[in-house]
């Protein structure tokens, strides 16, 4: 029976913690003796599975410089390696990343970093860029989510990496569909990246055309009140809300006429993922680092738009429009392309290179 242990900053509310829990879970079912390690607990926590060890370096999160702060945490994980004795340690995340590699130099443990999100954006600056360039290849395998992001790194580090998607809920795969007309959802935390004052820009172009649309934002974050006031600036109070956060997104899918995603940038987006896996007609910008447009492929690219509110705006009308035939169409081609990522299909691409690596 092989160890494994993988290592994240929270396990909050996110796409990359809940991909983590997943996995988590799954090695723990096939056999693995499984570790979790977290840098610090945090409130809004996913479970843990029962049969998943869990270990934080900090009860709670201790205030220090950036320095200080890691180094106490390189050498904390560092030891908890020595321990445990696992024989890989999977990392999510910038700061995770490389306090792996650090943490089990000159130990027999093998590191497999994941990198989840653009590269342009997480390994931007001086240090960020050495991190990238110089340090992330040393580790002894890699996982990217688009070719965009791997093609970043240096060959050495892409030579020994894979592309692996995310993986989405069977639930999604079976949600009954009963569409509102004109209803247009997303789900997102609302932070810059997710640029949802574009999409409710956007919106407001659309509403001139079809009075009957409603625009439904899923999320929380810092940007909440900015919106609101936005929505209020273009008199779209009763058309455009804000619905907070939601622990039933497949509900949510079930109504939905249209999902969209407005980011700037993105990794593998889970939420535009579980849209399509529910038969969803989708509509994405076409962001870096490609997440998008790979999920779609060439038969949907149709859906890309830029990051332009005319493009959004007229996309979105185009898609309402579609008579309830074309969008069934359109959601079921959706549903087709989610094939590749079930949980089926990612779980084991995963365990196929723990095992190749370990």
């Known amino acids: 029976m092989k160890k494994i242990m993988f290592y994240i900053n929270t396990i909050h509310k996110g796409g990359a913690e809940r991909v983590m829990i997943n996995?988590?879970?799954?090695?723990?079912?096939?056999?693995?003796?499984?570790?979790?390690?977290?840098?610090?607990?945090?409130?809004?926590?996913?479970?843990?599975?029962?049969?998943?060890?869990?270990?934080?370096?900090?009860?709670?999160?201790?205030?220090?410089s950036k320095l200080k702060r890691n180094i106490t945490r390189i050498k904390k994980l560092?030891?908890?390696?020595?321990?445990?004795?696992?024989?890989?340690?999977?990392?999510?995340m910038v700061e995770p990343n490389f306090r792996a590699i650090l943490a089990t130099w000159g130990?027999?443990?093998?590191?497999?970093?994941?990198?989840?999100?653009?590269?342009?954006?997480?390994?931007?600056?001086?240090?960020?860029?050495?991190?990238?360039?110089?340090?992330?290849?040393?580790?002894?395998g890699c996982v990217f989510q688009t070719k965009e992001a791997k093609n970043w790194f240096p060959k050495r580090l892409q030579k020994k990496s894979r592309i692996?998607?995310?993986?989405?809920?069977?639930?999604?795969?079976?949600?009954?569909?009963?569409?509102?007309?004109?209803?247009?959802?997303?789900?997102?935390r609302l932070e810059e990246q997710k640029n949802h004052a574009l999409l409710i820009a956007a919106f407001s172009k659309v509403v001139e055309r079809y009075p009957e649309a409603r625009l439904k934002i899923y999320g929380e974050g810092s940007l909440c009140g900015k919106l609101q006031k936005q929505i209020d600036a273009l008199g779209l109070h009763e058309k455009a809300f804000l619905m907070g956060a939601t622990n039933h997104v497949e509900k949510v899918l079930e109504t939905a006429d249209v999902?969209?995603?407005?980011?700037?940038?993105?990794?593998?987006?889970?939420a535009l993922m579980e849209a399509m896996a529910a038969g969803v007609p989708c509509i994405s910008t076409d962001c870096p680092c490609?997440?998008?447009?790979?999920?779609?492929?060439?038969?949907?690219?149709?859906?890309?738009?830029?990051?332009?509110?005319?493009?959004?705006?007229?996309?979105?009308?185009?898609?309402?429009?579609l008579p309830v035939t074309g969008?069934?169409?359109?959601?079921?081609?959706?549903?087709?392309?989610?094939?590749?990522?079930?949980?089926?299909v990612v779980n084991q691409s995963w365990r196929e290179y723990v095992e190749c690596l370990s």
Not at 78 to 92: H, M, N, T, Y
């Open 23 to 64: 996995l988590a879970d799954y090695f723990s079912r096939q056999g693995y003796k499984t570790i979790l390690v977290t840098s610090f607990r945090d409130t809004g926590e996913y479970t843990v599975p029962n049969a998943v060890k869990r270990i934080t370096l900090e009860e709670h999160e201790i205030k220090q």
């Open 78 to 92: 560092r030891k908890f390696c020595k321990d445990e004795k696992p024989d890989i340690l999977v990392s999510f």
């Open 107 to 140: 130990l027999p443990v093998k590191n497999l970093i994941s990198v989840r999100n653009d590269p342009n954006k997480e390994y931007a600056g001086r240090v960020g860029h050495i991190v990238g360039k110089y340090l992330l290849p040393f580790a002894d």
């Open 164 to 188: 692996i998607y995310n993986s989405v809920k069977e639930d999604f795969y079976h949600v009954e569909r009963h569409p509102v007309p004109g209803e247009i959802v997303t789900c997102g």
């Open 259 to 270: 999902f969209v995603l407005s980011s700037d940038f993105e990794g593998m987006p889970n």
């Open 290 to 321: 490609g997440g998008p447009r790979e999920l779609f492929g060439d038969e949907l690219k149709m859906q890309l738009i830029p990051t332009d509110e005319d493009a959004l705006a007229a996309k979105m009308a185009e898609t309402i429009q």
């Open 327 to 344: 969008k069934m169409l359109l959601g079921s081609k959706m549903k087709d392309r989610a094939a590749q990522f079930t949980p089926a």
